[in-house]
């Protein structure tokens, strides 16, 4: 808002002026303007990626647990692997997939090295669990972002929106409550924005990082139990 322009509306005042939502955004100034395109920005794409991440730990979370029933099912590993291995695989099933390819490298390559696969196979586990918990992180870093700075941006539009009123009453020498509330409006809804964009960003983000966290433990201690099975196999074959 120009603070020329708001002294204006003293001597001529605007006839019609609103408060809706985009009367708020086409009377702001162009830095108020831009921060609150850019927190719009912000909000859509955080709910993107919140859209996403649901769907994402949810069939993460189905897709272990069918796992974890076939494996304990008392299939052969040998069956599971061949049936597994045709089709794409992520969290606990691609952990297997991995482990006993591995496993059958080393069996088949060279039957007299046993002593170094089990070191091998948990080498691979671990890969694997990076590679499957990055997928699952990946853009959680811009909820976070958006969370902590959001409110700091949405205060800045603030901030200069409040600049330009006390500018607009030392041009007019009014501090009439027509020519403040305009200006004060703009401003908090920069701020609003703000905390619009950055509320649902935390939560969904501690949520995620919570179901994160319970992933990553399955997946280590799925590890645990088939690094246990490839030591009880090496030591049947010794």
Known sequence: MNPADVAQGVVAPV??????????????????KLVMTGLGLASVWSWAIIVEKLFAFRKARIESDKFEQLFWSGQSLEELYAGLSRGR????????????????????????????IQLRVEKVMDVTISREMERLDRRLLFLATVGSAAPFVGLFGTVWGIMTSFQAIA????????????GIAEALFATAL?????????????????????????????SDEFAAIVSRQIDVRN
């Open 89 to 116: 695989t992520i969290t606990m099933s691609a952990l297997f997939v991995a482990a006993m390819r591995e496993w059958k490298r080393s069996v088949e390559g060279n039957i007299r090295a046993l002593g170094g």
């Open 15 to 32: 006839q019609g002026a609103g408060f809706s939502f985009f009367e708020l955004f086409m009377q702001a100034g162009l830095v108020v």
């Open 194 to 222: 703000g905390l619009m964009a950055a509320i649902p960003a935390v939560i969904f983000y501690n949520k995620f990082s919570a179901d994160s966290s319970a992933i990553s433990q399955r997946l280590y201690a799925f």
């Open 171 to 182: 041009v007019s020498k009014n501090t009439n409550l027509s020519v403040v509330a305009p």
